[in-house]
């Protein structure tokens, strides 16, 4: 075992949202092709007819591949590694052959048609990230459907940053809570759920039944990576046929999404098909004559908000504990009132708090002793609201300080007492204070930073990022630890992102300062490279994720976070290499390169530098990965690979498909 405590640490860098479109991109390269000058097209190719750039390929396939800023990204779906590697080789010593002249003309117009047909990608001036992928070993990875442990389905569910950054640290692919809900749906486990069914007796007797959900997730592509559009149909048949509870005790607060499915889906439907969740709900309650259900309405950036910003909360706990918000009259002028704000540029993100009264005219509140079910399974974004709802005063203040945000709290009744029910496991600390959880997360046991102590008995690792997604520096890169298994291991540093003072008040305000952290990030993990603090020294930049998900209102923005992105990049990296230390660069997910504010099912770019021993990729898989390949590429980076397998064989849950367990990128040649 390798455990030098001289040795430098390895870097590992997450870009949340930044993936890429292998589609798209042949599009736009065919459109360059077709506006590059007689002299820059000869240039190329007589660039790819030099010997050293023979490899059997087709030229005009060879010339569209040049349009690519990044050659790893030109490589289809399971090409071997030799194929692979002969095809970037190829492309590389192409773009060395060309002239200066023919370069420039060829980045001028790759910029010019991205920024016309708004793919942030190409649209940006990157030249770290671009360098840095082409001059080392970069890999096309899957970063979504099976291979981040959800369903298999077609479309397959987008990635998202919760379980991108669980795979990232997994030895193998870390199986999501949302996934062992849909099969507890199909087995029919989920109907004896005693959390469930026990908070649906509750309210058999006295009190209401009150549940938030968050209107998408009907498919693979459109937000299910928070919600399941299955799961509320469970629910609702749990509800209304099993449990025989009147529509007149049940009460839905809903809350639209617009982030990870289109602005406007909850009144309108995409080319695909996806959206109108609103009328999806009405048909779906219709099946019970429980349209009446729906009493509050309002847009996940205020009801989901993760910052732990109060405005947003007490926003929130006043419509339902209050009735405070715009009074509609019922389910049809709702949808003319959010057509409305679509047409003022609004998109279901930022729909202010409404209530529905209901069919006698009275506003519905949450009432002492009532039933509150949070039927959303992602975490971090359930947590502000659910401490609110327990009164869990010292949660929230606690997680105010930590981001420079006191709360003051006196919107807060003291006699509500809530019983208090979540689908799945917010945060350990709201269980003490009285939350019941019908399916319980529980931490994954193939995280790398739970084995650290024993992969590295006297080396430390450390976590670096904003507050923003502080939970992707903590609670997900742990393998669902909300505090270290060995706190003496770990060092983390969260900087509070941009807040009102800088003119954002929400997630849909991020726009206004698309370089976010990213400066502060990168001069704090350039200090901890140059002072070689651990093992494994690990950062996270939320610009493209943030930014993109205002996409495409935002686009000059979204470019703007790209490029901030890229410029600490290049900190990060000279650090690395003046202290000889190895970096990983990767993504939790896609976003950034589609035009939408949704997440993407598209790969992103794993790439490998060595500052030290040569390096070279395993050759005998294809010349692809998955974010659970990360954990043991750290391990060969850092010498421990074969400790790794051996501790891997004492550690639960190993899948028995081989294509779901972890393995080294790189072989490091001494």
């Not at 439907?269 to 259900?293: F, I, T």
Request: proline share 6%; net charge negative.
């Amino acid at each position: 075992m390798n455990n030098d405590p001289n040795m430098h640490p390895v870097v590992l860098v997450i870009f949340d949202g930044l993936g890429y479109s292998q589609s798209t991109q042949m599009i736009l390269a065919r459109m360059m092709v077709s506006q590059l000058s007689p002299d820059t097209l000869s240039d190329l190719s007589q660039a790819l007819a030099m010997p050293s750039s023979n490899a059997g390929i087709g030229l005009e396939s060879a010339i569209e591949w040049l349009m690519f800023p990044n050659h790893a990204e030109t490589v289809p779906d399971g090409m071997t590694t030799s194929d692979a590697l002969a095809q970037i080789n190829l492309l590389s010593d192409a773009h060395a052959n060309l002239g200066d002249d023919a370069r420039n003309e060829i980045a001028r117009v790759r910029r010019s048609i991205a920024l016309k047909e708004r793919y942030v990608p190409w649209g940006t001036d990157a030249p770290n990230l671009t360098s840095a992928r082409n001059r080392n070993l970069s890999f096309p990875t899957h970063a979504a459907g099976q291979y981040v442990g959800f369903e298999d389905l077609d479309p397959a569910v987008m990635g998202n940053s919760d379980t991108g950054h669980q795979q990232i640290s997994n030895i193998w692919v870390a199986p999501q809570t949302p996934l062992e809900i849909s099969d507890a749906i199909s087995s029919g486990q989920f109907f004896d759920n005693p959390q469930l069914n026990e908070a649906i007796d509750r309210v058999a007797t006295s009190g209401n039944l009150n549940f938030r959900f968050l209107l998408s997730g009907t498919s693979g592509a459109d937000g299910r990576v928070h919600s399941a559009w299955n799961h509320l149909e469970a629910f609702l048949e749990l509800v209304f046929l099993r449990h025989q509870l009147p529509p007149s005790r049940v009460r839905m607060e809903v809350i639209l999404d617009g982030r990870d499915s289109p602005a406007d889906s909850s009144t309108t439907r995409n080319e695909d098909g996806v959206g109108d969740y609103l009328g999806q709900l009405a048909s779906l309650l219709g099946r019970y004559d429980a349209q009446e259900c729906v009493a509050w309405v309002i847009g996940r950036n205020t009801a989901m908000d993760r910052d732990y910003r109060e405005e947003n909360t007490w926003r929130t706990y006043r419509m339902l504990t209050a009735g405070e918000g715009e009074t509609i009259g019922n389910l049809t002028v709702l949808r003319d009132r959010l057509d409305e704000f679509h047409a003022d540029g609004r998109s279901d993100t930022e729909i202010p708090p409404m209530v529905v009264p209901d069919p006698k005219g009275k506003v519905r509140v949450v009432e002492s002793g009532d039933t509150f079910l949070n039927l959303n399974f992602r975490a971090d974004r359930q947590r502000a609201i659910s401490a609110a709802l327990l009164g869990d005063r010292a949660f929230l203040s606690r997680e105010g300080k930590e981001r420079d945000r006191p709360w003051d709290m006196n919107w807060m009744q003291d006699d509500l007492n809530l019983h208090v029910t979540g689908l799945a496991e917010y945060h350990p600390d709201l269980e003490g204070s009285g939350m019941t959880v019908a399916f319980s997360t529980g931490p994954q046991p193939g995280n790398i930073f739970a084995m650290f102590p024993t992969l590295f008995p006297e080396g430390t690792y450390s976590f670096v990022g904003e507050s923003n997604k502080s939970a992707h520096v903590g609670y997900f890169l742990r393998g669902r630890r909300e505090t270290p298994d060995f706190e003496s291991v770990e060092s983390r540093k969260v900087i509070p992102s941009t807040s009102d003072a800088d003119g954002v008040g929400s997630d849909a305000d991020f726009w206004r300062t698309p370089m976010m952290r990213a400066p502060e990030i990168a001069d704090e993990m350039a200090r901890r490279i140059q002072q070689s603090e651990g093992r494994l020294l690990a950062c996270n930049f939320s610009n493209c994720d943030m930014i993109g998900h205002l996409l495409p209102g935002h686009f000059e923005a979204a470019v703007a976070a790209y490029e901030a992105v890229d410029d600490a990049i290049g900190v990060l990296l000279a650090a690395a290499e003046q202290a000889g230390s190895d970096v990983i660069l990767t993504s939790d997910h896609g976003n950034i390169e589609e035009n939408s504010p949704a997440h993407s099912a598209n790969k992103i770019l794993t790439t490998v530098i060595s500052n030290g021993d040569s390096i070279v990729p395993i050759s005998e898989v294809a010349y692809e990965a998955r974010l659970f390949d990360i954990p043991w590429t750290i391990a060969a980076l850092n010498r421990v690979d074969r400790e790794l397998a051996a501790l891997s064989l004492s550690v639960p849950g190993r899948p028995s498909d081989p294509r779901m367990v972890g393995r080294p990128l790189v072989a490091v040649s001494t």
